[in-house]
Antibody, heavy 121, light 108 residues
Framework: QLQLQESGPRLVKPSETLSLTCTVSGASIRSSSYYWGWIRQPPGQGLEWIGS???????YYNPSLKSRVTISVDTSKNQFSLKLSSVTAADTAVYYC?????????????WGQGTLVTVSS | DIQMTQSPSSLSASVGDRVTITCQAS??????LNWYQQTPGKAPKLLIY???SLETGVPSRFSGSGSGTDFTFTISSLQPEDFATYYC??????????FGGGTKVEIK
């Protein structure tokens, strides 16, 4: 059974960098059939795609966040990570990692439970 | 950028009711449209992909239809566990993934 688990600091100060890691278990992140991605959801609001990565390291980002986002992959640990720089209170959200089915950036079929990250001094 | 307009933003319904939610794209997106269910405190769950394909393990009371700019998501007979928020999501070759604003289905 595929499982994804987000980990990282739950509290980040304004102007600093938010860092999260997604650990994948039950399947290899090196599978050629899947991309992996990050999505966030501010409290009481809708969903926003942040970006996605392939095991080779190919990345795609939401243009609205592209200047601040870096997503990387560590196949030896079966993990992928998110860094979001220069955060503000508007970046407070539940951050989810997920798998994309369809061999492309198509649909998120497996999700982590999500982790709430608060930006506050 | 393609915009996804989901409606209504909320609705009230009773167990057994037929529920319909729509998602409109600002331009032709063919069949590149998925539907998710999210219950409070949980991650979204994929229900329908490619406009009308039922994800494995999802009950058949859920269905999707449409193509081009207009899409419909239907629950044929609402069950107690179906009270949740539903999102449409578009994907394209830019690539870009865009979610609709969500529809909260509440108990009447």
């Amino acid at each position: 059974q595929l499982q994804l688990q987000e980990s990282g600091p739950r509290l980040v100060k304004p102007s600093e960098t938010l860092s999260l890691t997604c650990t994948v278990s039950g399947a290899s992140i090196r599978s050629s059939s899947y991309y992996w991605g990050w999505i966030r959801q501010p409290p009481g609001q809708g969903l926003e795609w942040i970006g996605s990565i392939y095991f080779s390291g190919t990345t795609y980002y939401n243009p609205s966040l592209k200047s601040r986002v870096t997503i990387s992959v560590d196949t030896s640990k079966n993990q992928f990570s998110l860094k979001l720089s220069s955060v503000t209170a508007a970046d407070t959200a539940v951050y989810y990692c997920a798998r994309l089915k369809g061999g492309w950036l198509q649909a998120f079929d497996y999700w982590g439970q999500g982790t709430l990250v608060t930006v506050s001094s | 950028d393609i915009q996804m307009t989901q409606s209504p933003s909320s609705l009230s319904a009773s167990v057994g009711d037929r529920v319909t939610i729509t998602c409109q794209a600002s331009q032709d997106i063919s069949y590149s449209l998925n539907w998710y269910q999210q219950t409070p405190g949980k991650a979204p769950k994929l229900l329908i992909y490619d406009a009308s394909s039922l994800e494995t393990g999802v009950p058949s009371r859920f269905s999707g239809s449409g193509s081009g700019t207009d899409f419909t998501f239907t629950i044929s007979s609402l069950q107690p566990e179906d009270f949740a928020t539903y999102y449409c999501q578009h994907y394209d070759n830019l690539p870009s993934l865009t979610f609709g604003g969500g529809t909260k289905v509440e108990i009447k």
